[in-house]
């Protein structure tokens, strides 16, 4: 079965600083691309970084490009999502998958376990 624990969230100010971690377990998680991902109640779940297997290939939504940092450590299962400049618009749920296929507006994932999420609120 495979888990994802997601964890980092919290409440900061406006310009404020967070670096979100993720772990899965029951799978191997050097084999696939990974992604962040947000969502607020009643959208839709949207991709805002992804990062190959090996580490080498960044994409980010334009949102967030040049605030937010991803990356990754496969020999700790671990994801990584380094996010700076926060702004209120950044407030949502985070969560964490490996992915097939993506592109900016585009993601597939290889199953559809999910984790909880971790609550990002950017707010004075």
């Known amino acids: 079965q495979v888990q994802w624990v997601e964890s980092g969230g919290g409440l900061v100010q406006p310009g404020g600083s967070l670096e979100l971690s993720c772990v899965v377990s029951?799978?191997?998680?050097?084999?696939?691309?990974m992604g962040w991902f947000r969502q607020n109640p009643g959208q839709e779940r949207k991709l805002v970084a992804a990062?190959?297997?090996?580490?080498?290939?960044?994409l980010y939504s334009d949102s967030v490009k040049g605030r937010f940092t991803i990356s990754r450590d496969n020999a700790k299962n671990t994801g990584y999502l380094q996010m700076t400049n926060l702004k209120p618009e950044d407030t949502a749920v985070y969560y964490c998958?490996?992915?097939?296929?993506?592109?900016?507006?585009?993601?597939?994932?290889?199953?559809?376990?999910w984790g909880q999420g971790t609550q990002v609120t950017v707010s004075s």
């Open positions: 990062l190959t297997w090996n580490g080498h290939t960044t």
């Open positions: 998958n490996s992915l097939t296929d993506y592109a900016e507006t585009y993601y597939e994932t290889v199953d559809d376990n």
């Open positions: 029951g799978r191997t998680f050097s084999d696939y691309a």
